[in-house]
């Protein structure tokens, strides 16, 4: 069967979860034996003249600091017997990443996320996020957790995933994505379709509406019909039907259960419609309690066999 992974950029700004990042960019390259390479951005803003003696100097001194740690970090890899190109560019982090991996052929990017929320993300919004809605191939974002031990010998664990389906069609590629996932690392996987409430009563509470239930029993017949197929490869699947605003109901039901990898869809809107309707997606990488990995066309081989109908 074709690999699902063939090239991964990692994208680093050498911080504590750039470096948990690179962890994860570690054990896919290791799993689907794929090739890495690691890329660092020299962050200067268009209309600044690089020619400028202060601007010189800046990024003189930025390159000297990327070398070195570029040169730690291969350092790290060759003790791992593990080997990748990198390199750095200029420019702003969040259009260079997505140029590099379309001109690269990337099938993922993987990045750390800062997670910042409330007005330090209104002012400085997220390198992920942009990176999330502008790559042309799946992303991976890893944020730190507060208390969160890290030991680099150690693989990070991929055992238990959460799949959010809506039934679009990119829900559904990124079911398929992770039911790759989920065979690779023979990891569980648990799907869930959120319902979201008919009407906002005026107290503010949801609700279902007269067909709630009988909704709901549709919707649990189409994902039992979705993961059958998964069940008879001998994957473990479950999935669930959630009431709520789908944003808070996953992450709701991560405090439930917990997860080593959210995989979801997204549509990767941006300018006024991304004003206008969101990202759940977004919402989601924002808060999780762990690793999210958005799929956005997904590269499938042509040999790949599917593990869902298409």
């Known amino acids: 069967m074709a690999p699902l992974i063939t090239k991964i950029l990692l994208a680093t700004d050498f911080s504590d979860c750039a470096a948990l990042a690179q962890d994860y960019a570690l054990s896919l390259a290791s799993a689907w034996k794929a090739e890495l390479a690691i890329l660092h951005v020299l962050e200067f803003q268009p209309g600044m003249d690089p020619e400028?003696?202060?601007?010189?100097?800046?990024?003189?001194?930025?390159?000297?600091?990327?070398?070195?740690?570029?040169?730690?970090?291969?350092?790290q890899l060759a003790r791992r017997g593990l080997s990748g190109e990198s390199r750095h560019v200029t420019g702003i982090p969040s259009l260079r990443i997505a140029e590099e991996a379309a001109?690269?052929?990337?099938?993922?990017?993987?990045?750390g996320t800062h997670g910042r929320s409330?007005?330090?993300?209104?002012?400085?919004?997220?390198?992920?996020?942009?990176?999330?809605?502008?790559?042309?191939?799946?992303?991976?974002?890893?944020?730190?957790?507060?208390?969160?031990?890290?030991?680099?010998a150690e693989a990070p664990a991929i055992r238990r995933l959460l799949v959010?389906?809506?039934?679009?069609?990119?829900?559904?590629?990124?079911?398929?994505?992770?039911?790759?996932?989920?065979?690779?690392?023979h990891a569980a996987l648990t799907l869930v379709h959120v319902m979201e409430p008919a009407a906002y009563g005026l107290d503010f509470t949801l609700a279902l509406g007269t067909d709630g239930p009988a909704s709901?029993?549709?919707?649990?017949?189409?994902?039992?019909?979705?993961?059958?197929?998964?069940?008879?490869?001998?994957?473990?699947?479950?999935?669930?039907?959630?009431?709520?605003?789908?944003?808070?109901?996953i992450l709701g039901w991560t405090s439930h259960q917990p997860y080593d990898l959210i995989i979801m869809g997204t549509h990767g809107r941006r300018g006024l419609s991304h004003l206008a309707a969101g990202s759940v997606a977004e919402a989601v990488l924002r808060r999780a309690p762990c690793p999210v990995l958005t799929v956005k066309s997904p590269k499938f081989g042509a040999g790949h066999r599917r593990f869902t109908p298409q």
């Open 118 to 152: 409330g007005l330090a993300h209104v002012l400085l919004g997220s390198t992920a996020e942009r990176v999330v809605a502008s790559a042309s191939c799946p992303v991976l974002t890893v944020r730190m957790q507060r208390a969160q031990p890290r030991s680099s």
């Open 216 to 249: 709901k029993a549709r919707l649990e017949a189409r994902l039992a019909e979705l993961t059958a197929p998964l069940v008879a490869q001998g994957l473990a699947v479950d999935h669930l039907v959630r009431g709520g605003t789908p944003a808070d109901s």
């Open 103 to 111: 001109e690269a052929g990337a099938d993922l990017v993987v990045l």
């Open 52 to 75: 400028l003696p202060v601007n010189r100097v800046y990024l003189e001194q930025l390159r000297k600091d990327a070398d070195a740690q570029l040169s730690q970090l291969r350092a």
């Open 164 to 185: 959010p389906v809506d039934f679009s069609d990119h829900s559904l590629e990124a079911f398929e994505y992770a039911a790759s996932v989920a065979a690779q690392f």
